[in-house]
């Protein structure tokens, strides 16, 4: 775990806690259905954690089950997540979310702009 400080201009690390993770049991999400940026670490004791924002949170936890996957292979339990944005196979798991989600804004911005132009008889 990293503290972040700012000292006048200059930014700062200090390296608070650190965790091997081959003692990670568990990552609850605490609400899956909810964006919040809070969950809990599960090793020899419980550690609640708050990420950034909810999309730094599911990205923590994709990179952790990622090297789990590369280096340990075990079974590692991810909770309260939503499997839709936590799996890579999943089309708004990818590195172009922001891409797809503009894309769709903009597909219904121009249904709508089409419609407002269509002359009423």
Known sequence: ??????????EKYEI???????DLEMIDGKEAD???????MHFHKVYN???YSCASKYTFARTLNK??????KKDLKIVNFDDTYLNDDSIWSSNNRDCLVLMRICFYAFNLLCLSLWPLS
């Open 1 to 10: 775990m990293v503290k972040h400080l700012r000292v006048d201009r200059e």
């Open 16 to 22: 608070v806690e650190k965790w091997f993770l081959k």
């Open 34 to 40: 909810t964006d919040n940026p809070y969950f809990d």
């Open 49 to 51: 954690m708050e990420a």
């Open 67 to 72: 090297l789990n996957e590369m280096y340990l």
